[in-house]
């Protein structure tokens, strides 16, 4: 890949490594992030600029493209997690997860489409839950199945200008968005007990598949979700909603 990389929700986590992968590529990377001084010290720090976006306002992703020249990749990383039952979830948790997450990504979708080069790239962060069921998940599969399906439409609509459009299906990956697991007792053992290389992931190894797919060996890929998850998907989702409401005394 040459030109510039826009990682959006780039700094923390997945986005992070993925940032840093670019760069280390020796490309020009912009790193957006609604935590507008997370974004600049991580874009300091690697050499990177930053730009503040708030994915879930679209006068906000529109500027946060504004002044990007040669814009060739693109990747969504920004999301977030409200776990609750359907029949518990406050309309406004739903709401949210949606928001960033599905309507996030769709905002991004919308506006690098038209400034985005020719033959550029774009992949969105979705989940194993977009394609696994988790009680106690629905708004966050909800949320990241609709993702998987949004990037099938915009790979078919970007794919006369040689836009690929592909999405990456994390399973269980150390970053601070997981980092909380760990007060929820057995929740972190029977993910990895259902994870077949037995183990979580590590950011790294989701930038490895994100920097694959920006690059010229993915030419032919386009509408695909990658699962990158330790085998996660052949096995079950833990019981989030059973953990957590045995945590309730
Ligand atoms: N960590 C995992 O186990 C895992 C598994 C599957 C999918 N994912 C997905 O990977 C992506 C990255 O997750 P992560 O684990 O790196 O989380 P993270 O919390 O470390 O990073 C998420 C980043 O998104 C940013 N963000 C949140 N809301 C935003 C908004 N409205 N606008 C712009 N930026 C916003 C945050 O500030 C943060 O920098 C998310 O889409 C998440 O759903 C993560």
Not at 31 to 55: K, P, T, Y
Not at 73 to 95: D, F, K, N, R, Y
Not at 133 to 145: E, N, Q, R
Request: a negative charge; proline letters at 4%.
């Amino acid at each position: 890949m040459s030109g510039t990389a826009l990682v959006v929700g780039g700094a923390s986590g997945i986005g992070l490594a993925v940032a840093k992968a670019f760069v280390a590529e020796g490309n020009q990377v912009v790193v957006a992030d609604v935590n507008a001084e997370a974004a600049r010290s991580a874009a300091d720090e690697m050499g990177a600029r930053a730009v503040a976006m708030d994915v879930t306002d679209e006068a906000s992703v529109a500027a946060g493209f504004d002044g990007i020249e040669d814009l060739r990749t693109v990747v969504s990383c920004a999301g977030l997690t409200i776990p609750g039952a359907i029949t518990e979830l406050p309309l406004e948790q739903w709401q949210t997860t949606i928001d960033v997450c599905l309507t996030g990504s769709f905002l991004v979708l919308k506006h690098a489409g038209p400034r985005i080069a020719d033959g550029g790239s774009i992949v969105v962060i979705s989940s194993l839950n977009g394609r696994q069921p988790g009680a106690g998940m629905g708004a966050y599969c909800a949320s990241k199945a609709g993702v998987t399906m949004l990037v099938e439409v915009a790979a078919l609509e970007l794919a006369s200008r040689g836009v690929r459009v592909n999405a990456v299906s994390p399973g269980l990956v150390d970053t601070p968005l997981t980092a909380g697991l760990s007060i929820v007792p057995g929740l972190t053992d029977e993910y990895i007990e259902n994870t077949p290389l037995g183990r979580a992931g590590r950011p790294d190894e989701i930038a490895d598949m994100v920097t694959l797919l920006a690059s010229d060996k993915a030419s032919w890929i386009t509408g695909a979700a990658f699962d990158v998850n330790g085998g996660a998907h052949l096995q079950r989702y833990p019981d989030v909603l059973g953990k957590l409401r045995a945590m309730v005394p």
